[in-house]
Every structure is written in C-alpha cells, then in structure tokens.
C-alpha cells in the first residue's frame, strides 16, 4: 500500500472534451507551481478524472486548500485493483469506525471489463467489518475508486476552493483600495479562473504599505506573483475640489479612476476592470450613480460583490486572511463631501468633467508616474 493525494475537480467537469483537457493541464501547472514555491517535494499524474500527488510533505494539504480549480482532495490509499488487495485495505480503514457508529462503503469502478462490479466490493467487504450499515446517513463512509490496474481506498473529503483555474479565464485589472471589499472581488475573480493585475489610487503614500500587503496575501492563492500598481491620484481629487460642484466628488473620484484603470488595463492587456462595489452601500454606489459613471470607460466593470450585503464580505474576508489587514485604521479621505450626491445625473456628472481641462493627459501622466510592486 502506498498512501497518495487524490485531487478531484467539479465544475471543470462542465466543458467540452478540448476545454476540459486544457483547464485540467493548468489546474496540474498551477498545483505544480504553487507546491514548488513552498519547496514541497512531490510527484502529480493526471489522469481523465483526477490527479495523483505523491508527497511525504505535510505542507501539501496546506497549500491544495489554496488552488483555485479543486473541487476536493483526500489521502488515499493506493493498492492494486483486484478484490483481494481492495479488501485489505478496506478492513484496514474499517478499523477506525468506533462502535457507536454506522458505516457505509461506496464504491465505483471505471473499467467494465473487472470481473467484478461495485455493488459486489460494497455488499461482500461490507459483511466483514462488524459495525452497523446505513446507507442513508452514515456517521463513517468508505469510499473505493477502482481503476484498470490500480484502487484508491479513502474515508473523508477535504473541500477545496472550487472555481477555475488561475490563468483560463484571461486577464482583468481590479480596483483595489484599503478596505474589505476590493480584496475580496479581486480574490472572487481569481477563482473564476482570471490572471488579476491590481491598482492602487493613493492621495498619502502612507496607505500603500497596507495595500501591498493585503496583495500579498492574495498571493497565497496565486500560482504567479500578482503585479500591484500605485497611482498618485492627489492632483486630479485637488483638481475635482477646485473645479467642479462639491457634492459630485465621489462620483467624479470613481469616474477618473475608471478612466485611469483603462488605460492602464490597455497597456496590460487586461480585458475588463474589477470593482468591490455594493449596491446602495455608500454614496458613490448607488445605482443612479453607477449608471451616471456608465459611459467613462469602454471595457466592461465587473461587480462582484454587487448583490452581497456587508456581512458577507466581512464572512469572505475573514475566511481569506484580507479581514485584519483591512480593517486597520487607514484614516479618512478628506475628500469626501459632507453631504455626496446620491443620485447624480449623466448630463450634470459630464458638465462637471468638462471644467478638468486636458483631463486625458492629467490622467496618463499620473499613470506614466505610478510605481509597479510583485507579490
């Protein structure tokens, strides 16, 4: 018996026979990438249906719970595939069951021509173990895996991440501030199969530490350093302050990001932005005045978390480890009017741009002087 890590994806499952084969080459690329940078010694065979990770290293486990792609993963035991060399492996297994508990096993088998079926390896190994079946709800499951030539034997499930894998959804550009929210849609993006590049718009370049930290910890779910761009963004607020009508700040603020994030998403080949709006969760989030900033750029502004309420980001954060970089005091913008419009016109939000004179060069001079860090 030799003890190996079966790796099982879902959604992948989805795609066509091409499709399908070429996620499965960049799920096994990423898990190869993502065990070697935390120096884990480990061999992986992809079959049709699963992949095989051989290691000794207990760090393995740690960094599958981290790879976009997995549906879940377990420790098996590897053994041959005839009845006898099954069996023994099974009563092995059964012996952690206690006395207290029902059992089931579950069994399937991928090649036909065995001489013998699943529900036979269920119904005749199941009569040796001397605990209760339930085949309903069982406290303990054992389940088999029979191939051509080899049986994986396990109990238990690690649940994974799910998603996609890194690199098969093409490349996007997310906003990313010092709060909860942006984190998490840029990690949401991430497990939709998205390379993600990030950009930072700073007025006090006291808040990019922060950030470049909560990037860092995105990279712990990344197979490739992730690339974060600071941008100085105080001459175009004191720009807004100066010469356009003071409620209408925020929604300018959003809109010159937006138009800077494009052409900075040009030069990167990214395809759409990433936002962490909320509907309706602060002024410039609203839905008139999202749709007021509809036609500042070209390319599509993705929304993940547009339809999630407050709990549930802080749920998702917590869950990745952004939450407590998050949350530590950055300090208010003093930009930000006393009293933010919150249901802006198109035609007023225009007229107010057009008091900016030469806005395009402002704003790809701030992108010319932006600074790039590798996570």
């Not at 992986?44 to 000794?56: A, F, G, N, S």
């Not at 709060?179 to 700073?202: E, N, T």
């Not at 922060?210 to 720009?239: H, M, N, Q, T």
């Amino acid at each position: 018996m030799r003890e190996k890590i079966i790796i099982k994806y879902g959604e992948l499952w989805l795609k066509s026979e091409p499709v399908r084969r070429r996620f499965i080459k960049q799920l096994a690329e990423n898990i190869r990438r993502m065990l070697k940078s935390e120096k884990v010694k480990f061999r992986l065979e992809v079959l049709r249906d699963m992949l095989i990770l051989e290691t000794k290293s207990k760090r393995a486990e740690e960094v599958l719970r981290r790879v976009f792609g997995i549906s879940w993963f377990t420790r098996a035991r590897e053994t041959k595939s005839d009845f006898g060399s099954i069996e023994k492996e099974i009563l092995e297994i059964g012996k952690e069951i206690k006395r207290n508990e029902t059992f089931a096993i579950r069994a399937s088998r991928s090649d036909k021509f065995l001489e013998f079926t699943s529900m036979q390896i269920e119904k005749e190994m199941g009569k040796k173990i001397k605990r209760k079946v339930d085949l309903s709800n069982p406290d303990f499951t054992i389940f088999v895996e029979v191939k051509k030539t080899k049986a994986y034997v396990y109990s238990g499930k690690i649940k994974g991440l799910g998603g996609m894998p890194v690199g098969v959804s093409g490349r996007v550009l997310s906003l990313i501030s010092g709060g909860i929210d942006s984190p998490v849609a840029g990690w949401m993006l991430m497990k939709r199969g998205c390379s993600v590049d990030f950009v930072h718009f700073y007025y006090d370049k006291k808040g990019i530490g922060k950030v470049r930290k909560l990037v860092g910890k995105l990279r712990e779910y990344s197979p490739v350093d992730l690339s974060l761009y600071a941008i100085p963004f105080r001459e175009v607020l004191e720009r807004i302050s100066d010469n356009c009508e003071r409620r209408l700040t925020c929604v300018l603020c959003k809109r010159f990001m937006y138009k800077s994030s494009e052409m900075l998403a040009q030069r990167l080949g990214a395809k759409a932005l990433v936002t962490g709006e909320n509907l309706a969760q602060v002024a410039s989030q609203t839905l008139d005045n999202i749709f007021a900033n509809m036609d500042a750029v070209s390319i599509p502004i993705l929304r993940p978390l547009i339809g999630m309420d407050k709990e549930e980001n802080i749920y998702l954060a917590k869950s990745i480890g952004t939450y407590d970089l998050s949350v530590r005091d950055s300090g208010p913008c003093r930009f930000v009017p006393p009293k933010p419009a919150t249901m802006a016109r198109s035609d007023s939000v225009l007229m107010e741009e057009g008091k900016i004179k030469y806005i395009n060069s402002l704003l790809e001079n701030i992108i010319e002087n932006g600074k790039r860090f590798v996570a």
